[in-house]
């Protein structure tokens, strides 16, 4: 097989916002606690903090991380997670069955995502709660002092506002599963209502509205269309959500999703724009897409796992490695949309459907996912550049009309870099990549790093990294072109500087 490409600093898709690399941690299974915290780890910092953690969680240089929830949010009161440990009340934690201690709350998540070198996107309950909670919230966090919630704050220990700028209205409220599920037009008014008060509390923070949970909810489209109907020009983004599985064991398929995860961009972006002219506002709608993975793995153990326990084993998704392939799509779709996906949140980033896990009182691994998030995360910084690619394609169960190739380079002017992420998924033959890099004469390989494996289902363990990346691919630059061979279903990173 044979692909062409050509890429050119002049043709811009736009400037790659590095919130796209965000990740996400839900008070949800051993993410927080036994991932993030566990005081009696021998690894544990003054703070409780697992030290391994935040080494690899720093290694993947994440800037923004979602937080509370998720699901949880829909049913938190906030006031339980702040003050003393000792008066914290122990809670059901609804959203997924369990019992949760409120050790970690808000002020323990904002330290912790100083180690890690993090904003907090902080998500705010609009399911059993509303204005009142939130703008509280929002004074507690933000507001300097001389105010009751300010006050308490730094009753608390913290001195300086947590100045958290970023803040979802909410988590998937059209969703029946949602504590506090409402309808497109509830959520709406709500919504506006919402970011009002909050900008009037704080006007230097962006609002998040809540679009779809994903593409197959029977409310999808029209539910972003009425929510911007009401949302537009208070909020700053729009969120997408989705997921994938490789449940038929169809992996022709499976390496095709990010064209459904692209389809949905556009029809998202589409929506947003219908709303701005109808309005004939000025503004433009941007997209967080703050919640993507793969998620299927672990359905089945969840159904056995006993309610009401505390940070069960929930949704621990051993990824394989072509689910790392999909993963390199995702990233490399979002790039492909750079002017319009301003923030991204890989869900989740410890233990629950994520790239890193633990052991209690053990050690911490990486899965196969963590390599391309992290390629992507390092490299993928600067102007995204426009793919313009031709190559062969295949017909699969699901998907007609595949390119093998999948590719896009972004130039990072500063470190005088250029990054061509590539992804070749056919599952037989190796893949030729030509890449005219024309407007980059004076830039020579750095090198070519490749994510492969025969076995497309080898998994990493704690002891075992039987997926991991090597530097000893074969890029080579001929007359102003990158030929690379990229082996038969394997990611490929190729730098120039
Ligand atoms: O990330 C796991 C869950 O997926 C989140 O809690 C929810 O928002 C989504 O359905």
Not at 53 to 79: A, F, Q
Not at 118 to 135: C, K, Q
Not at 239 to 255: E, K, P, V
Request: net charge negative; proline share 5%; charged share 25%.
């Amino acid at each position: 097989l044979k692909a062409k490409m050509v890429v050119d600093k002049d043709f811009a898709i736009s400037e790659v916002d590095s919130r796209i690399y965000g990740s996400f941690i839900e008070h949800l299974g051993r993410a927080v606690y036994g991932g993030v915290y566990e005081p009696d780890h021998p690894l544990a910092d003054e703070n409780g903090f697992r030290k391994d953690v935040i080494e690899l969680v720093k290694e993947l240089n994440v800037p923004i991380i979602r937080y509370p929830g998720g699901n949880m949010v829909s049913g938190y009161n906030w006031e339980d997670g702040v003050g003393p440990r000792a008066e914290r009340p122990r809670r059901l934690e609804l959203a997924w069955k369990t019992i949760e201690t409120n050790e970690i709350g808000t002020n323990e998540f904002v330290d912790w995502a100083k180690k890690v070198n993090s904003e907090v996107m902080m998500a705010i309950n609009l399911g059993t709660r509303g204005i009142d909670a939130a703008r509280n919230l929002l004074e507690y966090c933000n507001h300097p002092g001389g105010t009751y919630w300010s006050d308490l704050r730094k009753q608390h220990g913290y001195k300086e506002p947590h100045k958290i700028k970023t803040w979802c209205l909410g988590n998937e409220m059209d969703g029946p599963w949602q504590i506090g599920h409402k309808t497109a037009e509830e959520y709406g008014r709500l919504a506006v209502e919402t970011a009002k008060a909050m900008k009037w509390v704080d006007p230097t923070i962006e609002l998040v509205a809540c679009g779809s949970s994903n593409t197959s909810m029977p409310t999808f489209p029209q539910w972003e269309a009425t929510t911007l109907e009401h949302t537009y020009e208070a909020a700053d983004y729009i969120s997408l959500h989705q997921y994938y599985g490789n449940r038929n064991d169809d992996t022709a398929s499976y390496l095709a999703y990010s064209l459904d995860m692209d389809h949905f961009i556009k029809t998202i972006i589409s929506t947003c724009d219908y709303i701005k002219a109808k309005k004939r506002s000025k503004k433009t709608m941007n997209l967080s897409f703050d919640e993507w993975n793969v998620w299927f793995h672990s359905n089945e153990a969840d159904k056995q796992i006993e309610p009401w326990s505390i940070a069960p084993p929930q949704l621990e998704d051993i990824y394989n490695f072509e689910d790392a392939l999909l993963v390199g799509s995702m990233l490399m779709t979002m790039l492909k949309h750079a002017d319009r996906v301003k923030m991204a949140c890989m869900a989740q980033l410890v233990n629950v459907i994520a790239p890193i896990m633990t052991n209690n009182n053990g050690g911490a691994w990486k899965q196969t996912i963590f390599y391309p998030y992290q390629h992507v995360s390092l490299y993928g910084r600067g102007i995204a550049l426009q793919p313009v690619i031709s190559s062969p394609k295949y017909d699969s169960k699901e998907f007609t009309d595949v390119p093998y190739l999948d590719s896009i380079a972004v130039h990072n002017p500063e470190k005088e870099e250029l990054t061509i992420f590539a992804l070749n998924r056919s599952l037989e033959d190796s893949l030729t990549l030509e890449c005219d890099v024309r407007s980059f004469s004076d830039y020579q390989i750095i090198e070519h790093i490749v994510l492969e494996n025969e076995n497309l289902k080898a998994v990493n363990t704690l002891e075992s990294q039987a997926v991991a990346p090597h530097n000893k691919g074969k890029a080579v630059l001929e007359a102003g072109s990158v030929v690379a061979p990229l082996s038969k279903h394997s990611w490929n990173v190729i730098r120039l500087g």
